[in-house]
Nanobody, 120 residues
Protein backbone atom coordinates (compact mmCIF):
# COMPACT_ATOMS: atom_id res chain seq x y z
CA UNK A 1 0.00 0.00 0.00
CA UNK A 2 1.45 3.36 -1.01
CA UNK A 3 1.14 6.36 1.29
CA UNK A 4 1.37 10.00 0.22
CA UNK A 5 2.20 12.99 2.42
CA UNK A 6 2.09 16.54 1.05
CA UNK A 7 4.07 19.48 2.41
CA UNK A 8 5.10 22.96 1.43
CA UNK A 9 1.79 24.74 1.51
CA UNK A 10 1.20 28.02 3.30
CA UNK A 11 0.50 31.69 2.68
CA UNK A 12 1.88 33.51 -0.34
CA UNK A 13 1.52 36.86 -2.04
CA UNK A 14 0.11 37.19 -5.52
CA UNK A 15 2.99 36.91 -7.96
CA UNK A 16 4.99 34.83 -5.53
CA UNK A 17 6.06 31.21 -5.56
CA UNK A 18 5.66 28.05 -3.54
CA UNK A 19 6.95 24.53 -4.01
CA UNK A 20 4.84 21.65 -2.84
CA UNK A 21 6.31 18.22 -2.18
CA UNK A 22 4.64 14.83 -2.01
CA UNK A 23 6.61 12.17 -0.17
CA UNK A 24 5.78 8.64 -1.22
CA UNK A 25 6.30 5.59 0.95
CA UNK A 26 5.32 1.95 0.92
CA UNK A 27 6.00 1.29 -2.74
CA UNK A 28 8.52 2.29 -5.39
CA UNK A 29 7.59 5.66 -6.83
CA UNK A 30 8.54 4.56 -10.35
CA UNK A 31 5.56 2.19 -10.29
CA UNK A 32 3.15 5.12 -10.36
CA UNK A 33 2.04 8.01 -12.45
CA UNK A 34 1.60 10.97 -10.14
CA UNK A 35 -0.69 13.95 -10.14
CA UNK A 36 -1.67 17.08 -8.29
CA UNK A 37 -5.24 18.22 -7.73
CA UNK A 38 -6.76 21.11 -5.82
CA UNK A 39 -10.02 21.91 -4.12
CA UNK A 40 -11.16 25.43 -3.31
CA UNK A 41 -13.82 26.07 -0.64
CA UNK A 42 -17.26 25.10 -1.89
CA UNK A 43 -15.91 23.69 -5.16
CA UNK A 44 -15.13 20.29 -6.58
CA UNK A 45 -11.63 18.84 -6.67
CA UNK A 46 -9.94 19.83 -9.92
CA UNK A 47 -7.03 18.37 -11.84
CA UNK A 48 -3.85 20.51 -11.83
CA UNK A 49 -1.01 18.47 -13.33
CA UNK A 50 0.27 14.96 -13.85
CA UNK A 51 3.53 13.22 -14.75
CA UNK A 52 4.10 9.72 -16.01
CA UNK A 53 6.03 7.09 -14.07
CA UNK A 54 9.37 7.90 -15.70
CA UNK A 55 8.95 11.65 -15.49
CA UNK A 56 9.10 12.13 -19.25
CA UNK A 57 5.54 13.22 -20.02
CA UNK A 58 3.64 15.97 -18.23
CA UNK A 59 0.20 17.46 -18.67
CA UNK A 60 -1.34 20.57 -17.13
CA UNK A 61 -4.68 22.19 -16.64
CA UNK A 62 -5.04 25.29 -18.80
CA UNK A 63 -5.41 27.44 -15.68
CA UNK A 64 -1.86 26.66 -14.51
CA UNK A 65 -0.03 26.05 -17.79
CA UNK A 66 3.12 28.14 -17.99
CA UNK A 67 3.07 28.91 -14.25
CA UNK A 68 3.24 25.52 -12.54
CA UNK A 69 5.73 22.71 -13.11
CA UNK A 70 5.36 19.12 -11.94
CA UNK A 71 8.46 17.02 -11.49
CA UNK A 72 9.53 13.87 -9.75
CA UNK A 73 12.66 12.44 -8.20
CA UNK A 74 12.21 8.68 -8.15
CA UNK A 75 15.43 8.23 -6.20
CA UNK A 76 14.02 10.40 -3.41
CA UNK A 77 10.49 9.02 -3.75
CA UNK A 78 9.18 12.57 -4.01
CA UNK A 79 7.00 14.48 -6.44
CA UNK A 80 7.05 18.26 -6.63
CA UNK A 81 4.79 21.03 -7.81
CA UNK A 82 6.61 24.32 -8.42
CA UNK A 83 4.06 27.12 -8.43
CA UNK A 84 5.12 30.50 -9.81
CA UNK A 85 3.21 33.70 -10.54
CA UNK A 86 0.62 32.71 -7.99
CA UNK A 87 -2.84 34.23 -8.18
CA UNK A 88 -5.54 34.54 -5.49
CA UNK A 89 -7.61 32.03 -7.48
CA UNK A 90 -4.89 29.43 -6.83
CA UNK A 91 -6.01 29.36 -3.20
CA UNK A 92 -7.07 25.80 -2.41
CA UNK A 93 -6.15 22.61 -0.65
CA UNK A 94 -3.68 20.79 -2.87
CA UNK A 95 -3.64 17.00 -3.02
CA UNK A 96 -1.21 14.62 -4.62
CA UNK A 97 -2.44 11.35 -6.05
CA UNK A 98 -0.94 8.12 -7.38
CA UNK A 99 -2.05 6.02 -10.33
CA UNK A 100 -0.55 2.57 -10.88
CA UNK A 101 1.60 2.40 -14.01
CA UNK A 102 -0.48 1.16 -16.91
CA UNK A 103 -3.82 2.09 -15.30
CA UNK A 104 -4.47 5.04 -17.62
CA UNK A 105 -4.24 7.42 -14.65
CA UNK A 106 -6.76 5.73 -12.39
CA UNK A 107 -6.07 7.68 -9.19
CA UNK A 108 -6.19 5.04 -6.48
CA UNK A 109 -4.33 6.74 -3.61
CA UNK A 110 -4.57 10.27 -2.25
CA UNK A 111 -2.66 12.34 0.27
CA UNK A 112 -4.28 14.36 3.03
CA UNK A 113 -3.74 17.71 1.33
CA UNK A 114 -1.85 20.92 2.05
CA UNK A 115 -3.41 24.38 2.17
CA UNK A 116 -2.22 27.12 -0.16
CA UNK A 117 -3.53 30.63 0.44
CA UNK A 118 -2.64 33.41 -1.99
CA UNK A 119 -3.43 36.99 -1.03
CA UNK A 120 -3.58 39.96 -3.36
Amino acid sequence: QVQLVESGGGPAQAGGSLRLACAVSGRTLSSYGMGWFRQAPGKERDFVARVNSMGTITYYADSVKGRFTISRDNAKNTVYLQMNSLKPEDTAVYFCAAAPRGSAYEWTTWGQGTQVTVSS
